[in-house]
């Protein structure tokens, strides 16, 4: 198996690995050790999304791909990115749940259907946002105190509200809907500046 890193196919593994997962966590600990931090992985020229990782390289024989290619960035770099970008939508959320509010409140609440799928979008991507930063500042996001508690314990009430309001929109309950946008999500959207600056603060930006 040819391991291609950044465009360079002259990687050689210092040691013999068990699978293919094996050699790619051979890969990201070489490249933290220079600052660097794994952004993609093509397996024989697919692309494997970095949820799918463990499931598509673990146990996977050296012999049974050709190559493994693999793109990094500086880990400073890539966070600084991420956070920007993820700071860009943030101020939006509680704007929009309260907005979506007033929508399934009013007299066209089915204009806010697709409008909440897009919120429940952006969230996910901002919650993934925030596991990749830490992955890359190596900390473990649940863990990290928040308000005088885990974070584990916010996102397990977030996600549970989030269905909470899925549910209302299916069975068609939308003044529950707008009450959890209101009262329940607005707020929590309002936190995630703070868990920004937290994150910012362990990566040593200002």
Same mark, same amino acid.
């Given at each position: 198996?040819?391991?291609?890193?950044?465009?360079?196919?002259?990687?050689?593994?210092?040691?013999?690995?068990?699978?293919?997962?094996?050699?790619?966590?051979?890969?990201?600990?070489?490249?933290?050790?220079?600052?660097?931090?794994?952004?993609?992985?093509?397996?024989?020229?697919?692309?494997?999304?970095?949820?799918?990782?463990?499931?598509?390289?673990?146990?996977?024989?050296?012999?049974?791909?050709?190559?493994?290619?693999?793109?990094?960035?500086?880990?400073?770099? @890539?966070?600084?990115?991420? *956070? $920007?970008?993820?700071?860009?939508?943030?101020?939006?959320?509680?704007?929009?749940? #309260? +907005?979506? %509010?007033?929508?399934?409140?009013?007299?066209?609440?089915?204009?806010?259907?697709?409008?909440?799928?897009?919120?429940?979008?952006?969230?996910?991507?901002?919650?993934?946002?925030?596991?990749?930063?830490?992955?890359?500042?190596?900390?473990?996001?649940?863990?990290?105190?928040?308000?005088?508690?885990?974070?584990?314990?916010?996102?397990?009430?977030?996600?549970?509200?989030?269905?909470?309001?899925?549910?209302?929109?299916?069975?068609?309950?939308?003044?529950?809907?707008?009450? @959890?946008?209101?009262?329940? *999500? $607005?707020?929590?959207?309002?936190?995630?500046?703070?868990?920004?600056?937290?994150? #910012? +603060?362990? %990566?040593?930006?200002?």
């Amino acid at each position: 198996m040819d391991v291609v890193v950044d465009g360079k196919k002259d990687f050689a593994l210092a040691t013999a690995p068990a699978d293919v997962m094996d050699a790619l966590a051979s890969v990201s600990e070489w490249l933290q050790k220079q600052d660097r931090s794994i952004v993609s992985v093509s397996l024989d020229g697919e692309s494997i999304d970095s949820s799918r990782l463990v499931e598509a390289l673990g146990g996977k024989p050296i012999d049974a791909v050709q190559c493994l290619d693999i793109q990094s960035q500086q880990t400073s770099q @890539l966070v600084k990115d991420a *956070l $920007a970008e993820m700071e860009s939508v943030l101020p939006e959320l509680p704007t929009v749940c #309260r +907005e979506l %509010a007033r929508v399934f409140q009013g007299a066209e609440p089915q204009s806010g259907y697709e409008p909440f799928q897009q919120l429940a979008g952006i969230w996910s991507h901002v919650k993934g946002r925030q596991a990749m930063i830490a992955h890359a500042l190596g900390v473990e996001i649940d863990a990290m105190p928040y308000n005088g508690r885990p974070l584990a314990a916010a996102h397990k009430e977030l996600n549970t509200i989030l269905s909470e309001a899925a549910g209302a929109l299916e069975s068609g309950d939308l003044i529950l809907l707008g009450d @959890l946008l209101e009262y329940e *999500l $607005a707020p929590r959207a309002e936190h995630e500046a703070g868990i920004a600056s937290l994150l #910012r +603060e362990k %990566a040593g930006l200002k």
